[in-house]
């Protein structure tokens, strides 16, 4: 097992590996990276893809049709294709999203990059994502990639997280610790 692959576990950890060490032999990482990164957005952005392949209900057959469709359709490359072909087969669909972040994880390890987890409570634009990104990679004196998610339950402010590592100036924690605080005093 590679160096890289120790940063990731479970299911979704030995099928990314998987692909990962393929495509690394194969000299398509880069091709294999771009893919998942669109299968990933595609996952995040549709409700209907979601049940698709969450669903316990439809068919394993169905479901590998449904996802080879999309994948056809995003032109994908044949080595994801049949990646996600075999991942249907074995019904570990509902895993596909967790599969394709430790893929980012193990290429980022394999570049030397670090990656930061950004949860805010809307969407940042451009602006603010080069802002964090230059602050992270200049604390960190390091390239720092950036993976972001929307959590509207934190009500302003974000979380960041970096390896084992996490900044909470969330409102939400804010509000909570304040609460906290508040209790003794009455």
Do not use: W
Not at 64 to 89: E, H, R, S, Y
């Amino acid at each position: 097992m590679s160096a890289e692959a120790s940063v990731v576990s479970g299911i979704a950890g030995r099928y990314a590996t998987a692909l990962f060490e393929l495509a690394r032999d194969n000299g398509a990482l880069d091709q294999v990276a771009s893919d998942l990164s669109d299968l990933g957005n595609m996952i995040e952005q549709s409700d209907d893809l979601n049940r698709l392949l969450r669903s316990p209900i439809i068919a394993a057959e169905d479901q590998a049709k449904g996802i080879a469709a999309v994948l056809d359709k995003a032109g994908a490359q044949t080595m994801v294709a049949n990646f996600v072909a075999v991942v249907a087969k074995n019904r570990r669909l509902f895993a596909l999203r967790d599969m394709v972040r430790a893929f980012r994880s193990l290429l980022s390890v394999h570049r030397g990059e670090v990656v930061a987890e950004i949860t805010s409570a809307h969407s940042l634009n451009d602006e603010q994502l080069n802002k964090i990104k230059a602050e992270l990679s200049a604390s960190m004196k390091t390239d720092v990639q950036v993976e972001t998610a929307v959590d509207e339950s934190i009500l302003g402010g974000m979380i960041v997280k970096v390896g084992s590592r996490m900044v909470d100036s969330s409102l939400r924690t804010k509000i909570q610790n304040l609460r906290f605080a508040m209790r003794g005093v009455e």
